[in-house]
């Protein structure tokens, strides 16, 4: 099940241009472009005539024109134009998605249009903060999206699968704080007197030892930023102090579902050093990228086990706390969900 009546990331804003892009949101197959104006429009990526994904088209000014047999819509759905016929083809209009553009991505809206509200979007400051930059990427992932909210909710594993870059023995022996205000679940780690990890060493300047931590934020149904830093022994003093002291980040995570099992991660990070280093930043972005890659090994191949097991469940213990509790509120919307669907039917 989806949950729908959210906004979803559906691009990176410089994805979106003049030329007709396909994605599949929550089941739903959407195809978004740039008018002139630069304003972004989002329809259903199938032809209202004989069903051709609508993202094969032309784009002519601000409408977009059919490739099979040049049907015109413009940016509200409406069809304008069929070449060929004098038929009034006022019934052929393709569904709209409401969209907004903020920190950086494209959000399109699932569920009911008039519920469409901007201020519903996730709190992503680190994004467009003064003082900082962000940048990143994203990846079609062949897994639940859950999995990758469990995977970013306990970040124990970054010693296993991520040992040449952020992980480190360290993270297993630091104790791990779970708590949540309301619906928004929190999972923290402080690691005070560790080596500096590789990743680190490079963002932040620092050789030696270092006070590390984690700070793993659930924003539900799909979000999850990840305040993360070093910083010299002493200087920050506690994972409540004064982090921005330190080499301090946001690791920024945006799960859109694609099919059940199927998802759309789009990562990146806002940093608040060598923020007027855009050479720096494309380095950052590398190292992420490739850092998050080995995650998405690891989701498709535990999604791939789930589905050969059918009949077993997934286990949880004490590291698991915050990807439980986000689930549980997941599983609580959904619920709602069912309840209001019935409710109308
Ligand atoms: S399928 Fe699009 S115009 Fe015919
Ligand atoms: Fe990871």
Known sequence: MFIRNQWYVAAWDGEVGRKPLARTLLGEPVVMYRKISGEVVALADACPHRMLPLSMGM???????????????????????????????????????????RYRFVWVWIGDADKADPDLLPDLWPCEKDGWAFEGGAYFIKANYKLMIDNLMDLTHETHVHPGSIGQAEILEAPLEVSHVGDDIFVKRWMPGVENPPFWQMNSGIRGKVDRWQICHFMAPHAVIIDVGVAPVGVVGGIDGERTKGANGFVIDLMTPSGEDTCWYFWGLARSFHVDDPGFGQRAKTAQGKVFMEDVEILEAQQASIDANPGRRLRAFDIDGGSVRARAVLDRMEKAQATQAAAAE
């Not at 002519?60 to 059919?66: F, M, P, Q, S």
């Not at 709209?96 to 553009?101: A, C, D, F, G, S």
């Open 59 to 101: 784009i002519e000014g601000d409408d977009l024109r059919c490739r099979y047999h040049g049907v015109k819509f413009n940016a509200a759905g409406q069809c304008i134009e069929m070449p060929g016929t004098a038929q009034k083809l006022d019934f052929m209009k393709a569904k709209t998605y409401p969209v907004v553009e």
